[in-house]
């Protein structure tokens, strides 16, 4: 089930920032969730990241999931804080607005909701495989 979790959030991501560079109204440059180039990226690249871990990564794919909510939290706090105006940056590189900083939340959760899945899953199997 981990495996699966982490390629659809892997996929949607990749999406997401593929989305940002075509003009659409719903992601990227003047959009309902305002991005930048530099934020599509940063989506494309945590999708890759997701898809690696599901599919050649011999490590567990909670401390990714974990690792991964945990950036999305602080993102999404220095989000809050920087977010004075209608759009704004997180460190001077990726573009935001209220909706993406929300989105970010919302990711952050998923994220720390899934590795908890995923541990508890990682747990079954390592007492199984001890019995």
């Not at 659409?24 to 690696?52: D, E, K």
């Not at 952050?108 to 995923?118: E, H, Q, R, T």
Request: charged share 5%; glycine share 8%; proline share 1%.
């Amino acid at each position: 089930m981990a495996k699966t979790i982490s390629v659809t959030f892997g996929v949607i991501l990749i999406i997401l920032g593929i989305l940002g560079f075509v003009e659409n109204p719903l992601i990227g440059s003047g959009s309902f969730f305002h991005t930048n180039i530099y934020h599509n990226v940063f989506s494309i690249l945590i999708g890759m990241i997701l898809l690696f871990v599901a599919f050649y990564s011999k490590t567990t794919i909670a401390g990714t999931y974990f690792t991964l909510g945990a950036i999305y939290i602080m993102l999404s706090i220095f989000g809050f804080i920087v977010l004075t105006e209608e759009v704004g940056t997180i460190l001077n590189t990726m573009e935001i607005n209220q909706a993406s900083v929300w989105l970010m939340l919302l990711i952050a959760v998923l994220f720390l909701i899934a590795g908890s899945i995923s541990a508890t899953e990682e747990n079954a199997i390592e007492s199984n495989t001890l019995q």
